[in-house]
């Protein structure tokens, strides 16, 4: 167990719906990070959020967005969603931002498998 | 923009054998770290071993080592006495040093299959 939870685990939805996807960092985590494994583009990181700011950007389209609450807990919102946005959605936390410095190693939740029909 | 390649999709080693993972990258920075990650089927992505760019000596953590050749941008993972527990997909990562550069950057993957 990393520490990381994700919430839902499974989540089924149709073509043009929305979905929120919750993650909660590892007690102590400032950084919260949001990647997407699915089976044409691999994993892929989506966004980067430290302590309530984005930090990062990645190959994240424009119907999805994220935040970090004060309580540095992150949610995912994917909108008018696709057949292609069916995926695993994985959230990492980690101590710090930077890249700079020590490992800085970033746990992983368990993921969330969504599915769009 | 960094990129990290695994040329092997799949690979097979029978029990109490030893195998290699191959990963190489691209990236024109000095300053980076080198990961791999393991992937079980239950999904959940665990840290197997990390380097940091500018140690010269290799990472172990137990029956898993690393050859990481600087030079030659290659990071290849090495697994001992395989067990069929590391039956798993296998990620190599690249993150860089730089103070923005928190992301992992994946490779596609090796399937590993572990043969009794």
């Known amino acids: 167990d990393s520490g990381v939870t994700q919430t839902p685990k499974h989540l089924i939805t149709a073509t043009g719906q929305r979905v929120t996807l919750r993650c909660s960092p590892r007690?102590?985590?400032?950084?919260v990070y949001w990647y997407q494994q699915s089976l044409d583009q691999g994993l892929q990181f989506l966004i980067q959020?430290?302590?309530?700011?984005?930090?990062a950007k990645g190959n994240i389209l424009e119907r999805f967005s994220a935040q970090q609450f004060p309580d540095l807990h992150s949610e995912l919102n994917l909108s008018s969603l696709e057949l292609g946005d069916s995926a695993l959605y994985f959230c990492?936390?980690?101590?710090?931002?930077?890249?700079?410095?020590?490992?800085?190693?970033?746990?992983f939740g368990p993921g969330t498998r969504l599915t769009v029909l | 923009a960094q990129t990290v390649t695994q040329s092997q999709p799949e690979m097979s080693v029978q029990e109490a054998e030893t195998v290699t993972l191959s990963c190489t990258y691209d990236?024109?920075?000095?300053?980076?770290?080198l990961f791999w990650y393991k992937q079980p089927p239950s999904r959940q992505m665990i840290l197997v071993i990390r380097q940091e760019a500018y140690k010269q000596q290799n990472a172990t953590e137990n029956r898993f080592s690393v050859n990481f050749q600087k030079a030659a941008k290659s990071f290849s993972l090495k697994i001992s006495d395989s067990q069929l527990g590391d039956a798993a997909m296998y990620f190599c990562?690249?993150?860089?040093?730089?103070?923005?550069?928190?992301?992992?950057?994946f490779g596609a993957g090796t399937i590993l299959r572990v043969k009794s």
């Open positions: 007690s102590g985590d400032l950084s």
């Open positions: 959020y430290y302590n309530g700011e984005e930090r």
């Open positions: 990562a690249y993150r860089s040093g730089r103070e923005y550069g928190n992301k992992l950057v």
């Open positions: 990236t024109s920075e000095s300053d980076y770290y």
């Open positions: 990492a936390s980690s101590v710090d931002w930077s890249g700079r410095g020590s490992y800085n190693e970033q746990f």
